[in-house]
């Protein structure tokens, strides 16, 4: 039974390797657009990426956590991240901390200068001078 379940998942991966040899020969020009899909990435943070502040608002109403990091980071560091200054007002009002860092060490502002993310600046320094 092993040796015939061997044989089989042999001969598919034969199959599968000829068929992707035949379309990897294609002379037409195209655009390769690599996707990586983000694995373990919370649906908070998820949306925060998106940009979807009314999903992000109706789960900060529903209880979730401002706080709860996700692959390392917390939402505020995805929405200062990904220059969702609108997002990361929302966060900061409902209680997130923009002091945590990342697993890696690194603080909000400083995920906000490594991407650019000018509109995410604003909205922390302005916060910073509050306090």
């Given at each position: ?16 390797t ?5 379309t990897?020969f294609n ?16 649906s908070?943070c998820?949306?925060i990426?998106k940009?979807?502040?009314q999903?992000?608002k ?5 209880g979730?956590d ?9 939402p505020?560091?995805f929405?200062?991240r ?5 997002i990361?007002e929302?966060?900061?009002?409902n209680g997130?901390?923009i ?7 690194r ?10 993310a000018?509109?995410?600046?604003a909205?922390?320094?302005a916060?910073w001078?509050?306090k």
């Amino acid at each position: 039974m092993k040796k015939s379940f061997v044989i089989a998942v042999l001969g598919l991966t034969l199959i599968s390797t000829s068929v992707k040899a035949e379309t990897s020969f294609n002379s037409s020009p195209e655009t390769t657009i690599n996707i990586k899909k983000i694995t373990g990435l919370s649906s908070f943070c998820n949306a925060i990426l998106k940009g979807d502040i009314q999903t992000v608002k109706s789960m900060i109403s529903l209880g979730e956590d401002v706080n709860e990091k996700s692959l390392g980071m917390t939402p505020a560091i995805f929405a200062a991240r990904y220059n969702r200054a609108d997002i990361l007002e929302l966060l900061i009002e409902n209680g997130a901390d923009i002091k945590a860092k990342c697993d890696k060490g690194r603080g909000i502002k400083r995920h906000a200068e490594l991407s650019g993310a000018v509109d995410a600046l604003a909205v922390i320094e302005a916060h910073w001078k509050k306090k």
